[in-house]
């Protein structure tokens, strides 16, 4: 009896133990969710400035995307009556080094599904870039 308590002790350290290590990151598809969770709420402008896109746009460029983000969110309630629900599915994360390991480039594909008011359901992939201490779509 002894040992079989010792033993689950023993077996419920380990798994405790081990259980952060194998914690998967989803920062990145939580970020993803957000930015189109905004899109489908109608907030346009903050969608755009989750691209990673170079530091300075002209403006008539940023008027373009603006515009094609809410093409589309306009397309999918004419389709689909709409998102309804934007979900989390998984993420899978990796680091790009160059040489010397001096560059480091965090990367991931965050797979979101798309609940439609007609419940129909679209799972996409969002790749990702951390860039500035956020992730950005790529």
Not at 15 to 29: E, I, R, T
Not at 40 to 46: H, L, S, V
Not at 90 to 105: E, F, P
Request: proline share 4%.
């Amino acid at each position: 009896m002894k040992k079989c308590i010792f033993l689950f002790f023993l077996s419920a350290l380990f798994f405790f133990s081990c259980a952060d290590k194998n914690k998967p990151d989803n920062a990145a598809a939580r970020a993803a969710k957000e930015y189109y969770d905004s899109l489908f709420a109608g907030n346009y402008a903050y969608f755009v400035d989750a691209m990673y896109l170079p530091d300075t746009i002209p403006p008539s460029y940023r008027e373009q995307l603006e515009a094609n983000a809410s093409m589309f969110a306009g397309r999918m309630n004419e389709e689909h009556r709409g998102v309804k629900e934007v979900r989390l599915m998984r993420c899978i994360n990796d680091t790009v080094t160059g040489d010397g390991k001096r560059l480091s480039v965090r990367t991931a594909e965050a797979y979101l599904v798309l609940c439609f008011g007609d419940s129909l359901n679209e799972e996409v992939v969002v790749p990702m870039i951390h860039h500035g201490g956020r992730w950005l779509m790529r």
